[in-house]
């Protein structure tokens, strides 16, 4: 996509429980392109729609589905990769963008707050000025944008499957 300036990387089903209106509202109060991987639906259209009427529809790209490279690429180029989920039980793009080095930030619902490598990382939904805070925080703070992402590798590695293969046995 040519993106010039820092990109926030979201990849998701677009269905509502993933609450893609804290990232639409987000990107009004955050200096980057946002990139929305995922099959669209019905919900991608809503979300189009908001993204326009509140004029930060050229600050986002919504990039349709993605394959594994595609994938791999996307979160390799990202500055940040943010979940923004109502409801999610574990957070798997999570740990993925984790497992690749990259800062995360999302909500505080689910299993989400054991998977992420900080506090720092988590907000409440539909808090999107906080969400919006954060998000320039770490675009902003390389030294704390290193340590996120340095913390959420390590972490990362107890999902790996032969790890997580040793525990069930235990």
């Not at 990849?11 to 995922?38: L, M």
């Not at 326009?52 to 490279?69: C, H, S, T």
């Not at 595609?70 to 793009?93: P, T, Y």
């Amino acid at each position: 996509y040519k993106i010039k300036n820092k990109m926030v990387l979201c990849i998701s089903n677009h269905t509502p429980i993933k609450n893609f209106e804290d990232i639409i509202k987000a990107a009004q109060y955050v200096d980057a392109t946002f990139v929305i991987g995922g099959s669209e639906t019905d919900y991608t259209q809503k979300c189009k729609k908001l993204a326009k009427e509140l004029k930060v529809d050229k600050k986002i790209i919504w990039a349709g589905y993605m394959d594994k490279e595609q994938k791999i690429n996307a979160l390799a180029d990202c500055d940040l990769f943010v979940l923004s989920s109502i409801r999610e039980s574990l957070g798997m793009s999570l740990i993925e963008a984790m497992a690749q080095g990259k800062p995360v930030i999302s909500t505080n619902r689910g299993g989400i707050p054991e998977v992420v490598p900080d506090k720092f990382c988590l907000y409440e939904p539909g808090d999107f000025k906080t969400f919006s805070s954060k998000i320039n925080e770490i675009l902003k703070n390389r030294a704390l944008s290193s340590k996120i992402a340095k913390k959420g590798r390590e972490k990362a590695k107890n999902y790996l499957f032969e790890n997580v293969a040793k525990k069930y046995v235990r």
